[in-house]
């Protein structure tokens, strides 16, 4: 049997597979618009385009909107009775805690919870001071941002990544944090040295033309800060000891440029990649005062009167004709009547409530497991790391347990500030979370102390910390959805299940972020109206 013909171009693809795994997919794609090989940038699509009901859908048709009881007063619920309500829809949110917004929980001094462990806490933040105990930023191409700009919440910069915030890989033999920017430099540049010489040596002959090679020298010592010998040696984008500043004052840039091989032991350069991911590349926003504005928006414009508050729902029965919810709020229980229901908890709470929607939907409903996560918030009586560190904002990343302290992206140069201590999920958050709250402020502070030395435990007034799995009635940071949400197993929550729809960002693509919620109510929405004008 004859052998496939080589069609152009396919070394070029292997070579740029390599670039990839060696250097990320930044490295890779840069690497392709060196060589001409870069598509143009075009702007995609979103999502498939939304239409709001509104109340003429109705006046061809003869008929009204119906009466609609949404269970889970979360972002995906929200949305829905939000959406729901332009087009006169009779909407009643029943929500289990005392607040909506589900996993959008913004913490403020005065804020109380107690966790499925028993454990209370009262936030002692100082006034404007809070910290965002869920989702805490905003990609500039989620529909999140459409319903800030809808409903009047302001928005300010998130900042994602700071060249200024500390690598710290403890296990790797790290003795003190390295800024980012000089581990980035640190790692680019190696990588760029390494490819230039095998291109300079003859090793890529076979892969790339005598053009193509040129042009990729060109980049890859603009890329790496190479010198004419093609060797990296440092240079001032790792940063300085002195700035530069007035006349005499040329600046001293950092030494000890450590070996290709002590670069690549260190592990820093896994961190890079993040910037890349679609869902958290720079700009990023969240809004003005903290990420609880767009529930409350939400709450104000469906009118507090159509959200119960404290209701936990104990039954959905679809009767074929309509459906009735059965729930207990203040130990009084009651059910209502409505034609339709949309299912708007999580999934790992809808599966504890009785139903009599067959067991298709139940088993879709248990296949989706709940995950964790927790955040330590840590008010600090000066913004030391803005006067001692020079750094607003960001994150710093680590291997230690804590995983990600984040640098507040707000409140700049005022008197004080509140850190994320940790930002960690997995195993790590659930060890923390069996913890008091006084034994996880200790193991995070010890941890913060190795980054950025005593300031970080006596500069401390308070701290507030939240799990998100031992939280009554959500019991999940995110969900895993195997598979993805279109696998066939989901198709009892992804079509309605007699009167009852589903709705929630774990049925979504962007499990964990707001606009998965909102794109999955936008669905249940356009479906439930589309039946109620056709029926």
Request: with cysteine; glycine share 12%.
């Amino acid at each position: 049997m004859p052998q496939p013909q080589s069609r152009p171009g396919t070394s070029r693809r292997s070579f740029l597979r390599t670039v990839g795994l060696t250097g990320g997919a930044g490295t890779m794609f840069a690497t392709m618009g060196a060589l001409g090989l870069a598509p143009t940038a075009q702007a995609a699509p979103r999502e498939q385009p939304f239409r709001a009901p509104k109340p003429s859908d109705f006046t061809l048709t003869g008929r009204g909107a119906a009466k609609v009881v949404i269970v889970g007063g979360g972002i995906a619920g929200l949305a829905s009775a939000y959406e729901l309500g332009k087009a006169g829809y009779d909407c009643t949110v029943l929500e289990a805690r005392d607040r909506t917004g589900g996993r959008n929980f913004t913490v403020r001094g005065g804020d109380s919870t107690t966790d499925l462990y028993g454990n209370t806490q009262r936030a002692r933040f100082s006034e404007g001071q809070y910290m965002n105990a869920g989702p805490a930023r905003l990609p500039q191409w989620m529909v999140t941002l459409d319903y800030c700009r809808e409903l009047g919440v302001p928005v300010e910069v998130f900042t994602n990544s700071n060249a200024d915030a500390y690598l710290f890989n403890e296990s790797a033999g790290m003795t003190e944090p390295m800024r980012y920017r000089t581990a980035k430099a640190d790692v680019y540049g190696y990588v760029s040295e390494l490819l230039a010489k095998a291109t300079d040596k003859g090793a890529l002959d076979k892969e790339l033309t005598a053009a193509d090679q040129e042009k990729l020298v060109e980049f890859l010592k603009d890329f790496g800060e190479l010198g004419d010998n093609l060797t990296y040696e440092g240079g001032e984008r790792r940063g300085y000891t002195t700035v530069p500043a007035a006349a005499g004052t040329p600046g001293v840039p950092l030494d000890g440029i450590p070996t290709a091989s002590e670069v690549f032991a260190s592990g820093v350069g896994r961190y890079f990649s993040f910037e890349f991911g679609f869902d958290q590349a720079m700009l990023m926003f969240q809004p003005v005062g903290g990420m609880d504005r767009i529930p409350r928006a939400l709450t104000e414009a469906i009118g507090a009167r159509r959200i119960r508050t404290g209701a936990v729902v104990s039954r959905i029965t679809d009767k074929g004709s309509g459906v009735t919810v059965t729930y207990t709020q203040a130990g009084r229980t009651s059910s209502i009547d409505a034609d339709y229901c949309i299912g708007a908890l999580p999934p790992n709470i809808l599966a504890k409530v009785p139903h009599n929607l067959g067991p298709g939907v139940q088993s879709a409903l248990e296949a989706i497991t709940p995950q964790s996560a927790g955040k330590i918030g840590l008010e600090y009586r000066s913004r030391w790391w803005e006067l001692d560190h020079h750094i607003y904002g960001g994150i710093t990343e680590t291997d230690q347990d804590v995983t990600h302290i984040w640098h507040p992206s707000y409140g700049f140069h005022g008197e004080r500030g509140v850190l994320i201590g940790y930002y960690n999920y997995g195993g790590d958050a659930d060890a923390y979370a069996k913890l008091t709250p006084g034994e996880r402020e200790k193991r995070a502070v010890a941890a913060g102390v190795k980054i950025y030395g005593e300031k970080y435990r006596t500069e401390l007034a308070s701290s507030f910390s939240h799990h998100w799995r031992q939280t009554p009635h959500l019991e999940a940071a995110w969900h895993d959805t195997p598979g993805g949400p279109d696998d066939s197993r989901y198709k009892p929550l992804n079509e309605p299940t007699g009167r009852v729809y589903f709705a929630g960002d774990w049925l979504s693509y962007t499990d964990a972020w707001q606009h998965g919620a909102f794109t999955s109510a936008r669905k249940a929405v356009t479906a439930l109206h589309a039946r109620v004008l056709s029926a």
